[in-house]
């Protein structure tokens, strides 16, 4: 069995309470408390990152919140990449993904499997 990671990753929170994608792949809607794999969805302007990008703590100096939510995440089959401070500093890279919580309560219903 895959040794599973504990990480955290910033999602856009839609009006409907949905999850969704900070920039690729946005439309699609991201479930709750299920297993995903990775996709690829190489996107004009974007570097080709074809994995889940997660942190190894809630913080992101070059992203906005607003609109936003950090979640805690499970990972599974996971690349440490060391990135700077500005960038969050330690990046997981994981072929799978389970997201388990918000750090803050929402204050709307999110999408379950």
């Not at 997660?54 to 919140?65: G, Q, V, Y």
């Not at 401070?85 to 994981?94: C, H, I, P, S, V």
Request: charged share 25%; proline share 9%; aromatic share 12%.
């Amino acid at each position: 069995m895959p040794r599973v990671v504990i990480g955290w990753k910033l999602f856009r929170v839609r009006r409907d309470g949905s999850l969704g994608s900070l920039f690729i792949n946005r439309r699609a809607r991201i479930p709750v408390d299920c297993w995903l794999p990775a996709e690829s969805h190489p996107t004009k302007g974007y570097k080709y990152r074809p994995f889940w990008h997660c942190l190894a703590e809630p913080r992101a100096p070059h992203l906005t919140t607003k609109g936003r939510q950090w979640f805690q995440v499970a990972l599974k089959d996971v690349v440490v990449m060391q990135r700077p401070d500005t960038q969050g500093g330690t990046w997981y890279l994981a072929e799978s993904i389970k997201i388990i919580s918000p750090v803050f309560p929402l204050t709307k219903d999110i999408g379950l499997c």
